[in-house]
């Protein structure tokens, strides 16, 4: 039997209102071979106020109007991370395929505009993929741009005839 892990454990007991916690109240298992061995690690400063749940995620309404939740999240239910991590990807490494996934990320955020600015900006260099004509096509279409978008799906195909796109929509 696997014993939860702390943040579960840790989670649990703010879903149930405690409003502080004494760090050697909350422990983890020290592995998976012997006895448990303590180890403090985490002090909950806030107060629930609300707790809503669902089939798999829980949300809980903190005291200073901040919202936790904790689950599955496998159908968005714990938010999107995608723009987030794409930024901080490109911020990284500006370049290549970093602008495909930053493009996508807009476009998924409801963003095309965006999402044409940085696939324009990928255009502009010499780095081309089908991945690169594919997000600035969708981002064209997104917009009403009917005939950009069916030149960079023709561009797309001339690069790799069987790209299929990340949605499969081609």
Not at 74 to 86: F, K, N, R, S
Not at 99 to 119: D, F, M, S, T
Not at 140 to 145: I, N, Q, S, V
Not at 151 to 165: H, K, R, V
């Amino acid at each position: 039997m696997r014993t939860p892990r702390a943040p579960v454990v840790a989670m649990l007991l703010v879903a149930v209102g405690c409003t502080r916690t004494d760090p050697a109240a909350i422990t983890s298992v020290g592995g998976d071979a012997g006895p448990p061995s303590p180890t403090p690690v985490v002090t909950v400063p806030l107060r629930v106020v609300a707790v809503a749940v669902g089939g798999f995620t829980s949300y809980a309404l903190m005291n200073d109007g901040s919202v936790r939740a904790w689950g599955d999240g496998g159908y968005g239910a714990l938010g999107d991370p995608a723009l987030e991590l794409a930024l901080a990807n490109h911020a990284l490494r500006p370049g290549g395929e970093a602008h495909v996934l930053l493009a996508r990320a807009h476009l998924k955020a409801g963003q095309p505009a965006e999402a044409l600015a940085v696939a324009e900006r990928a255009l502009a260099t010499p780095y081309r993929t089908a991945g690169l004509h594919d997000v600035a096509a969708k981002a064209h279409a997104a917009l009403g741009h009917k005939a950009e978008s069916e030149a960079q799906i023709s561009l797309c195909y001339a690069i790799n005839p069987y790209f299929m796109g990340d949605d499969h929509s081609h």
